[in-house]
């Protein structure tokens, strides 16, 4: 059995005046340790989805099990990077890092040194009693990927982490982010607007369309390029070729939106 299997997933939002379909119809199924992105149109369901994955939202119609069980059982094995790092402005780095073990009951010596070794494994030595605002953009969202690592998630929900840094901060991160999950052998989901992010990073890109959001084509990442950093695809062949052909089927999708 996959590790995620989504069956025929809809979700409606209802509001006083209207039903809005912002899921239709959606199945796939994500295997141990893959890296999945989602691309798509503004508005296609990705942040719909990516909320049914974590628990958060039930789906209207369908099912999803992670490892077997509903999504809302598995909290405890979902870690999340999102678009602002959320650390707490009050406490120190090593604070934020250990939040999750501490609110998990899982505090101690063990889970810290190795919380704590991660931080230096990332690049973060020296900087465990600052506190956020004393880092840079980059930094801190270094220190969040050590906060979600730190209670040793199965399963990495990422909502476009890289996308408020700059360029540069950026792709050093993607590369960063990419080393440790298949290090640890995480199986990720990312959602992102960027789509030379997506094929770098991915075994597979899930491309969807809008109105009613839905699965449109699914895009096999070659195994040439999946060995490499992200930053290294980006100068390969079937790098470029890839992007040309899910550029022109977004292409398509924006102008039939
Ligand atoms: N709480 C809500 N109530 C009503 N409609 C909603 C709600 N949340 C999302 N929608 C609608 O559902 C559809 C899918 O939204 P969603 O945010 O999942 O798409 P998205 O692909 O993540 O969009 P974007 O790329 O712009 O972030 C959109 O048409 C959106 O307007």
Redesign the pocket.
């Known amino acids: 059995m996959s590790f995620i299997t989504a069956e025929n997933i809809g979700h409606h939002?209802f509001?006083p005046s209207s039903v809005?379909t912002?899921l239709k119809d959606v199945s796939f199924s994500i295997e141990e340790g893959e890296f999945v992105s989602l691309i798509?149109?503004?508005?296609?369901?990705?942040?719909?989805?990516l909320s049914i994955l974590s628990g958060l939202l039930m789906p209207t119609d369908g099912q999803v099990k992670i490892d077997g069980q509903p999504p809302d059982l598995q909290k405890n094995m979902i870690g999340y990077m999102l678009q602002q790092d959320y650390l707490f402005p009050w406490k120190t780095i090593e604070e934020n890092v250990l939040i999750g073990l501490k609110l998990n009951r899982q505090l101690e010596e063990k889970t810290k040194e190795s919380a704590l070794q991660f931080l230096q494994k990332i690049g973060l030595e020296g900087v465990e009693k600052q506190f956020p605002r004393q880092l840079s953009g980059g930094m801190r969202q270094r220190a969040a990927l050590a906060r979600t690592m730190a209670v040793n998630p199965k399963l990495l929900l990422l909502d476009e982490p890289f996308s408020a840094l700059d360029y540069q901060t950026k792709l050093k991160l993607e590369d960063l982010v990419f080393d440790i999950l298949k290090a640890y052998k995480k199986t990720a989901v990312l959602?992102t607007?960027d789509l030379g992010e997506a094929i770098s990073m991915s075994d597979r890109v899930l491309l969807?369309a809008?109105n009613p959001?839905r699965l449109h084509k699914v895009f096999e990442v070659p195994d040439e390029l999946r060995s490499l950093s992200p930053f290294d695809v980006r100068s390969q062949d079937a790098y470029s070729d890839l992007f040309r052909i899910i550029w022109k089927e977004l292409e398509t999708l924006e102008e039939i939106k």
């Open positions: 939002y509001t809005k912002a798509g149109p503004s508005g296609c369901g990705k942040t719909t989805l959602v607007h969807f809008a959001g």
